[in-house]
């Protein structure tokens, strides 16, 4: 095996690593279903491994993934209408998380736009110009989308 597509893999397999919460965040946050969540991040992983040689720069490899990520989160909500999973969303968050599971609730109530743009701004540390790329929209939707999003929570915490 070449040394380049080495440093791939394991590149590869540390973004994996790094990033599996936040991929999950996100997938449950668009499709409110646990099971559904996983298998749209495990599908996402195999076609990226799949596809690896087709990355031009490896310093995207995260954004990259979360284009895949969407794309198939989409192509799932298009086959069937998403089923809330609430009760192990609250059985994920540890006990001594109240806050946190107050927000969450809040986040994941929320209408999918609005879902998606604060777990990969907040959650997933993307600036605004790459989470448009990612979910194929202008940078001023995604900031009128956080902008919209953060007045709702705002609203429900005050």
């Known amino acids: 095996m070449c040394m380049k597509m080495q440093i791939r893999k394991e590149y590869f397999l540390l973004v994996v690593k790094e990033n599996a919460e936040i991929f999950y965040r996100y997938a449950y946050s668009v499709l409110l279903n646990r099971q559904d969540a996983e298998d749209a991040v495990s599908e996402t992983i195999l076609k990226a491994f799949e596809h690896l040689n087709d990355l031009k720069h490896l310093h995207k490899m ?58 990969l701004f907040y959650f997933g540390d993307f600036k605004i110009r790459e989470i448009a790329k990612i979910l194929n929209i202008s940078e001023g939707t995604v900031k009128s989308r956080l902008s919209r999003a953060k007045d709702k929570l705002k609203k429900l915490f005050v």
């Open 62 to 119: 995260k954004s990259w993934m979360f284009q895949i990520l969407a794309n198939n989160c989409k192509t799932m909500l298009s086959k069937k209408l998403p089923v809330s999973d609430a009760i192990d969303a609250h059985t994920e968050l540890s006990q001594n998380q109240e806050a946190y599971m107050d927000l969450h609730d809040c986040i994941y109530h929320m209408e999918p736009k609005f879902r998606e743009v604060i777990i």
